[in-house]
Nanobody, 120 residues
Framework: QVQLVESGGGVVQAGGSLRLSCAAS????????MGWFRQAPGKEREFVAT????????YYADSVKGRFTISRDNAKKTVYLQMNSLKTEDTAVYYC?????????????WGQGTQVTVSS
């Protein structure tokens, strides 16, 4: 019973920043770990970052570590992905997803995705 809607995507220049938001509906949002994934055309879906339900634990893919920050505000039922120092390789559709168990990698709910395009 979790519905997710991503927003904040767009076109940015390499080296720039962008913040993605994932708005959730449903009364059980706070019980879910949340993750961000991305997928470029012709490529496999790639894990980006995840955060525990309390926000106390996070984990990042090596490709984004140090540049991206995942956070959440349970009161607002929103998960964020702050993306800094963007590279052209970051171009993809970004999806947020919800999982009942942190680091289980079994995400039950997915958003529709938001396009991020990084220009050189």
């Amino acid at each position: 019973q979790v519905q997710l809607v991503e927003s904040g995507g767009g076109v940015v220049q390499a080296g720039g920043s962008l913040r993605l938001s994932c708005a959730a509906s449903g009364r059980t949002f706070s019980n879910y770990a949340m993750g961000w994934f991305r997928q470029a055309p012709g490529k496999e879906r790639e894990f980006v970052a995840t955060i525990s339900w309390s926000g106390g634990s996070t984990y990042y893919a090596d490709s984004v570590k140090g540049r991206f920050t995942i956070s959440r505000d349970n009161a607002k039922k929103t998960v964020y992905l702050q993306m800094n120092s963007l590279k052209t390789e970051d171009t993809a559709v970004y999806y947020c997803a919800a999982d009942r168990v942190f680091m289980r990698n079994e995400y039950d709910y997915w958003g529709q995705g938001t396009q991020v395009t990084v220009s050189s």
